[in-house]
């Protein structure tokens, strides 16, 4: 019974701190990555700097500063065109996806994600994204009634108080 009673705490208490499981970077390694870039654009090979650069794209879309998910994003879509493998491609969406949830775009994030599994349906990381962005949407559209009911409940309040006092 105190098992199922601190499932039911902690699934309550996730709902409510928008608990997924997409990790997080901060600012140290969004710094290395991009040091990491400017030195492999030193003379390295195109190989070398594609990997940095995919590596900090990473870093900036899981970061908590908005403007780094904003560059990470940009980052990634002008990368999109010249893409011609598909795990490559798989690769940039997830990591959109990511950006777009991050930064509360959650229709975009979602479209992403599934083109994501068209490339590679029983790819895990994307389904959990896309399962944390649906808990998300769905969490939202409840927070948003709540929130409209305690309106009309104000408002049904306040006019039954209008009304009594007339009478």
């Known amino acids: 019974m105190e098992a ?3 499932k039911f705490f902690e699934s309550v208490g996730s709902f409510f701190t928008g608990g997924d499981h997409i990790p997080w970077s901060d600012g140290d390694i969004v710094v290395g990555c991009e040091r990491e870039v400017a030195e492999a654009e030193k003379g390295s090979s195109d190989e070398l700097k594609s990997e940095c650069i995919m590596r900090l794209s990473w870093a900036l879309v899981h970061s908590r500063r908005p403007e780094d998910v904003q560059r990470g994003i940009a980052m990634l879509e002008a990368s999109l065109s010249g893409v011609s493998s598909p795990l ?3 690769e940039k969406l ?3 996806a990511v950006g777009y949830y ?5 229709s975009r994030s979602r479209q ?3 083109r994501c599994l068209e490339i590679a349906p029983d790819w895990r990381q994307a389904l959990t994204l896309k399962k944390a962005i649906e808990d998300r949407i769905t ?6 009634v709540g929130i409209a009911a305690t309106a009309i409940g104000l ?9 009594s006092r007339k009478k």
């Open 4 to 6: 199922k009673i601190g």
């Open 88 to 90: 490559q491609m798989r």
């Open 94 to 96: 997830y990591l959109l």
């Open 102 to 106: 991050r930064s509360g775009d959650y």
């Open 112 to 114: 992403l994600a599934e």
């Open 139 to 144: 969490k939202d559209g409840v927070i948003g």
């Open 155 to 163: 408002l049904a309040g306040g006019i039954a108080a209008a009304v």
